[in-house]
């Protein structure tokens, strides 16, 4: 790894960092589309098929469902220490998504007798997609979980990639358990999202997608949108730090390695204005990556060789900019004052704040999510959150002195823009 001098590259560098492995996904495209019509064709026989293809996993004549014995023997097999930790996380985070839930019917009062409001309800099902193969992510079930049941969604379910001998992971199964969650399918990579976008014989269609996933994943949501709504773009993880000379480098050294083991396609970045925590940082990193045990160690190895770094800038107000630019999905602020430099972040999927909030807490446990926009889309999409498994209508209530006061200005506008049927219904009604 080595220190980028962000004003010396030419446009065509900016521009890759940029990027980044977002731009992978175009390459991916042809494979994906493939798998997905042979999953809308074949069904269950192409999710077996494809398990095995990526996967390395022959699940045989077993059913993709998930069994209640399955679910009995994760609750039995898995260490007291990690039941106890995801009690506790899915306690946090389901106390804050319950604050996002709102069920009540406002009117207000657009004019004399005319009244507006909305109602949410919740979406009619929802897939989850709970990403397996650089690691097991309980942490993604229950945060995907949690606001999709507070939301209250009639349908939902899991796909998740098994482990190799089939089975699924374990702690995955518990954290469904105690979302309410009992329908788990062991699927996943494109095909999963083919699954449930088309349905196949075990696996039922479903309204909504959400969940983050590798290039594949990623593609294959892109394909499927123009039939269900596959939420927020949920590609692979992106971090950045930015950083003055009040922070402390081992610390940051270790924040810039977190997201980075996720995978090779991660993205992974401190910028700064000081020249001095850049170098000090570069030279505690060959240990800290040394000290990772395979595939983790060679995956931010290549993070860093690839969409990771560290850039000097030339000021905390060209770094704030920067990030601006990048959009990126986890953002650390470690400067002396962070609160200042907050009202500056225009655009990112999670603002941390100050040494004592690591990537790793917002992933695990602080209680907000962790399914975050990715790609620079932070510009226009927000976090997972129950508002993303509930739509809004329009409730609209007028009295006779209500429609009366309307009609003259309906009349108008309906036969300016050539509409008389428009124009009659409300004319005739106020006896014109």
Request: charged letters at 25%.
């Amino acid at each position: 790894m080595e220190i980028i001098y962000w004003d010396s590259l030419d446009k065509e560098s900016k521009s890759i960092i940029l990027a980044r492995s977002q731009s992978d996904i175009a390459s991916v495209s042809p494979t994906v589309e493939k798998i997905l019509d042979g999953v809308r064709k074949r069904g269950d026989a192409a999710c077996k098929a494809y398990t095995l293809e990526f996967d390395g996993t022959d699940l045989g004549d077993r059913s993709l469902a998930v069994s209640e014995d399955e679910f009995a023997s994760a609750a039995e097999i898995l260490p007291q220490s990690v039941k106890t930790a995801l009690t506790k996380a899915i306690e946090q985070v389901r106390r804050f998504h319950r604050t996002q839930r709102n069920d009540r019917i406002e009117f207000i009062e657009t004019a004399p007798g005319l009244y507006v409001a909305e109602r949410a309800t919740p979406v009619p099902s929802a897939g989850l997609y709970v990403p397996r193969g650089r690691g097991s992510f309980p942490s993604m079930l229950y945060m995907l979980a949690l606001p999709a049941r507070i939301a209250g969604v009639p349908e939902l379910c899991v796909v998740t990639p098994p482990l190799s001998d089939g089975s699924v992971d374990p702690a995955c199964l518990y954290a469904a358990e105690l979302c309410g969650v009992r329908s788990v399918y062991r699927v996943g990579g494109a095909q999963a999202i083919g699954a449930l976008a088309y349905g196949t014989e075990t696996i039922p269609k479903v309204s909504k997608i959400v969940g983050p996933g590798n290039v594949y994943v990623s593609a294959a949501k892109r394909i499927v949108g123009v039939v269900v709504d596959v939420g927020l773009p949920a590609g692979p993880s992106e971090s950045v730090i930015i950083a003055d000379d009040s922070a402390k480098p081992w610390k940051i050294a270790l924040d810039l390695t977190v997201e980075a083991e996720h995978g090779a396609d991660s993205q992974a970045l401190l910028i700064t204005p000081s020249g001095e925590l850049a170098e000090r940082v570069l030279a505690l990193i060959p240990e800290l990556i040394d000290e990772l045990p395979e595939p983790r160690r060679s995956f931010v190895d290549r993070v860093f060789a690839g969409y990771g770094g560290i850039v000097v800038v030339e000021s905390m107000q060209a770094a704030i900019d920067l990030v601006n630019d990048i959009a990126p999905e986890h953002l650390s602020i470690r400067t002396e004052e962070p609160f200042a430099e907050l009202s500056s972040i225009r655009h990112a999927g999670e603002i941390l704040l100050g040494e004592h909030t690591p990537f790793s807490l917002a992933n695990y446990a602080a209680g907000a999510n962790a399914v975050l926009p990715t790609g620079a889309t932070a510009r226009t999409f927000s976090p997972v959150s129950v508002r993303d498994f509930v739509k809004h209508s329009s409730i609209v209530y007028a009295t006779e002195k209500g429609l009366s006061g309307a009609a003259e200005t309906v009349a108008a506008l309906a036969d300016y823009e050539g509409f008389p049927a428009h124009s009659r219904a409300v004319r005739r009604r106020s006896g014109e």
